[in-house]
């Protein structure tokens, strides 16, 4: 009986295959539509933000509701219990940036993952309790609901708990990836995920019943979240099983509207996440780097290119190593890291023709502020490389933009499963010991070193360009180190190399973080390009494919919506 069921299940799975258009099935153009457009992984994600603004709902309704179907729909990413960044650009020109990334509990010490002998111990950081860090992600939807939202929390939140009571039909990659080992290791998400150990199949309905009771109830009150019984739930699931969340912690967390970094590249302006991100921060680096090239002569993913690109990528992330962290606790010297002068210092120290050693590379002494640089005692990496994040766009019929990136760091966060959602293993994004390398093997300071109440450093770069004063992009992508360099791939493919949104989504990836000193390609990028670039002196590592660009393009002509989403990914681009 089940048997015929899933098949007829797949009989309708086909039909509706053979029934779209190539150009969808392909996702080599980019969606047209007059008024409004939602970008995110997941279609009924995206669909849920498209029925806020066709009710007159605004981007921010629209997003909000797409926060919430994706903690529901993608639990690799979408949250409840983790954090994000989310960008607005309104139609009146005001942007506004709220920081809603989990803090350390207050139980939180240095060096709470090292063992007796001050070595860093595997994993603690990454899988189960001790990984947690206080989920910000409610606390932001709800905040951006109530203060830039037009539509009620109730109707803003019902996509979601529709979706997670009634179910929806699994994807394949998305029934895959809950063959996650490490979800396995923890009963509860074992038996919600992965139905005890008897998988779901693709095509089969998924339904998340806990969940849906646990987003009724933030959504009669989302306060109790973090001041009420939910707050002691979920602290008591979190304490029991080691970690060091109380429910004070809960009740502590605050969202934080911050000033994005602004700036300028070529003719467009660019706005972007300050700290605890370093997107911003290391887009703007990179971009005023390059900004003294003309790209665009030698080709798109031409050899000459990506070495330019790949050198600006490995300056900025040296300076992320050195400087960035919660602005709440270090003086972060953004104004002089942004700063225009300094780009054009550092594109002195790059040599067209070879390859810079990042173990040689050295700050251009042009600030005072950035002359305290200290060698760190590196270690190499050669760590697993974590999945997931997820990022969605989206702009309304008046011109609101909003951009949003959220996390449980990597996929599942920390397997951990309290009230039917999963909660984040964001401490990591902290060094866990100075030089040490993370799970993304990034190598980080004293700046983002782990302390009570603070935020760890993350990579998250929701963006918005604007040419000559009008919206013209919104931006994002997930692949933690890799989140930068693919926005910033994105905006040059559209800036300098004239491609469109869709082709600039899906060009082939490269990524340099300095260390370790290795240029990332995505195999798409032709074995003679390759061979030109070792010729220069990189040290390539290939992989498949990586990120996820969900973005929108605005038509400065004709005012049209043009939505891409990832041909790597599920997701898709919707609007009316
Ligand atoms: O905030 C950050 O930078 C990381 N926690 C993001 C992790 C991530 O994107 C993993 N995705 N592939």
Redesign the pocket.
Same mark, same amino acid.
């Given at each position: 009986m089940r048997n015929h069921r899933k098949f007829l299940i797949w009989l309708l799975f086909a039909a509706l295959l053979a029934s779209v258009p190539a150009t969808w099935a392909a996702a080599m153009r980019p969606v047209h539509a007059p008024h409004a457009m939602v970008a995110s992984v997941h279609e009924l994600a995206s669909r849920a933000g498209l029925e806020m603004m066709r009710a007159g709902g605004n981007a921010v309704d629209a997003a909000v509701a797409a926060g919430f179907a994706l903690a529901v729909v993608h639990p690799q @990413?979408g949250n409840l219990g983790g =954090?994000g960044f989310m960008l607005l650009r309104l139609a009146d020109g005001n942007t506004h940036f709220i920081d809603y990334?989990e803090k350390a509990p207050a139980r939180a010490s240095a060096d709470m993952y090292l063992d007796l002998q001050g070595n860093v111990i595997p994993k603690v950081s990454l899988v189960g309790f001790k990984a947690i860090g206080v989920p910000g992600s409610v606390a932001g939807m709800v905040y951006a609901e109530k203060k830039y939202g037009k539509l009620t929390l109730e109707r803003v939140m019902a996509p979601a708990i529709r979706l997670a009571r009634d179910g929806f039909f699994l994807a394949w990659e998305d029934a895959q990836d809950l063959h996650d080992e490490d979800l396995a290791k923890f009963p509860e998400s074992r038996r919600i995920f992965q139905r005890n150990g008897n998988y779901y199949e693709a095509g089969e309905v998924f339904r998340q019943p806990d969940l849906a009771q646990t987003l009724e109830r933030i959504e009669k009150n989302p306060d109790d979240f973090y001041h009420g019984a939910m707050a002691k739930e979920i602290a008591v699931a979190i304490q029991k099983g080691g970690g060091l969340i109380a429910a004070e912690d809960l009740a502590n967390y605050e969202v934080k509207e911050r000033e994005p970094i602004r700036g300028s590249y070529r003719e467009y302006d660019i706005i972007s996440a300050p700290p605890p #991100?370093? $997107?911003g921060v290391a887009l703007m680096e990179i971009l005023n780097i390059l900004e003294g090239y003309d790209l665009s002569k030698y080709g798109n993913r031409s050899a000459a290119a990506i070495h330019l690109i790949s050198e600006a990528f490995r300056r900025a992330f040296f300076d992320r190593a050195e400087f960035l962290g919660d602005p709440d606790f270090s003086k972060i010297p953004v104004a002089q890291l942004i700063d225009k002068k300094y780009g054009v210092a550092w594109r002195e120290s790059i040599n067209p023709e070879r390859a810079s050693l990042s173990k040689d590379l050295k700050r251009p002494v042009i600030f005072n502020e950035l002359e305290r640089y200290a060698k760190l005692n590196l270690q190499p990496w050669s760590g697993p490389e !974590?999945?997931? *994040?997820t990022h969605y766009s989206v702009i309304d019929p008046e011109g609101n933009a909003v951009a949003v *990136?959220t *996390?449980?760091?990597?996929?599942f966060g920390s397997r951990v499963t309290a009230l039917g959602f999963l909660l984040?293993d964001?401490m990591?994004?902290f060094s866990s010991k100075q030089g040490v390398p993370n799970a993304?093997g990034l190598i980080q300071g004293a700046a983002n070193a782990i302390g009570p109440g603070k935020r760890?450093? #993350? @990579?998250?770069t929701p963006t918005i360009v604007l040419k000559d004063g009008k919206l013209f992009l919104v931006l994002g #992508?997930? $692949? =933690? !180190? *890799?989140?930068i360099t693919t926005v910033a791939n994105i905006l040059i493919g559209v800036v300098d190399f004239g491609l469109d949104i869709q082709e600039a989504v899906n060009a082939p990836r490269f990524h340099h973080q300095w260390l370790p000193d290795i240029l990332l390609l995505e195999d798409q990028i032709s074995p003679d390009t390759r061979r030109l670039l070792e010729a220069k002196g990189h040290k390539l590592v290939v992989r498949h494919l990586? $990120?996820?660009g969900e973005c929108i393009r605005v038509d400065l002509n004709t005012g049209e919506r043009l939505g891409a989403s990832d041909g790597r990914n599920n997701g898709k681009a919707v609007g009316y």
């Open positions: @990413a =954090g990334r #991100s370093s $997107g !974590p999945e997931n *994040t *990136t *996390t449980l760091n990597d996929s984040n964001e990591d994004d993304y760890p450093l #993350s @990579a998250m #992508s997930p $692949g =933690g !180190p *890799t989140i990586w $990120g996820d």
